[in-house]
């Protein structure tokens, strides 16, 4: 079956990044937004389709297999702060970055939100990973062409299964306007009911 086309791609507008940390017992925490400025645009593809386990010849249970997004940031250039923080390439006494083939890049929250768009939706990317930017150029002709940067993005779920978050028709005012001061988590009460589903299902497929 040939692959649905499901990528997304906009002018996009209000790029921040928040470094993720889990500690050792698991607990879930993201640094203060930082803006990357220059961005052009990004595509994303859903990663991971439902399949089916079939048993007495029918379908007897389908299996959800959501495994985020893949895709790519176009942006006019890495900023130095995410070269820093995410790529972890690293300033010398002579403030000149350093790439380090033994050191691991870090995992972030993307937040953003697209240009254009009339309901202005907010959006996050709860766990990030990003590969480093091709080096490319060209020499001068007649007409300038101005070259970008890509970044290689793949959001993944987080252990309880969160992926990513948007605004909608009835969020309220205080979480749409802090949305790029903190990244935003769902309510206990939703993280409950989320956690009653994981449940459910377990049991579920134990059963049968």
């Given at each position: 079956m040939p692959k649905k086309n499901n990528?997304?791609?906009?002018?996009?507008c209000n790029v921040h990044y928040a470094l993720l940390n889990i500690d050792e017992a698991g607990e879930i925490t993201f640094g203060t937004p930082v803006a990357m400025p220059g961005a052009v645009s990004l595509s994303l593809d859903p990663n991971g389709e439902p399949s089916n386990f079939y048993a007495d010849g029918y379908a007897y249970y389908t299996i959800?297999?959501?495994m985020g997004y893949?895709?790519?940031l176009e942006l006019a250039m890495v900023p130095e702060s995410f070269r820093t923080d995410v790529l972890k390439e690293q300033l010398d006494a002579n403030k000149v970055l350093v790439e380090n083939?033994?050191?691991e890049a870090a995992n972030?929250?993307?937040?953003?939100?697209?240009?254009?768009d009339v309901k202005k939706i907010r959006h996050v990317l709860y766990k990030c990973s990003a590969t480093r930017p091709t080096i490319e150029s060209a020499t001068k002709e007649e007409e300038i062409e101005v070259k970008t940067e890509n970044l290689t993005i793949k959001a993944t779920p987080l252990a309880n299964g969160y992926v990513k978050a948007k605004t909608g028709d009835d969020t309220t005012d205080s979480v749409y306007q802090n949305w790029y001061k903190s990244v935003y988590m769902p309510s206990e009460a939703v993280a409950a009911a989320a956690e009653t589903?994981?449940?459910?299902?377990?049991?579920?497929?134990?059963?049968k």
């Open positions: 990528k997304v791609k906009f002018n996009i959800s297999n959501n893949d895709g790519d083939a033994n050191v972030f929250a993307l937040l953003f939100e697209f240009d254009g589903l994981k449940s459910t299902t377990t049991t579920t497929t134990t059963t």
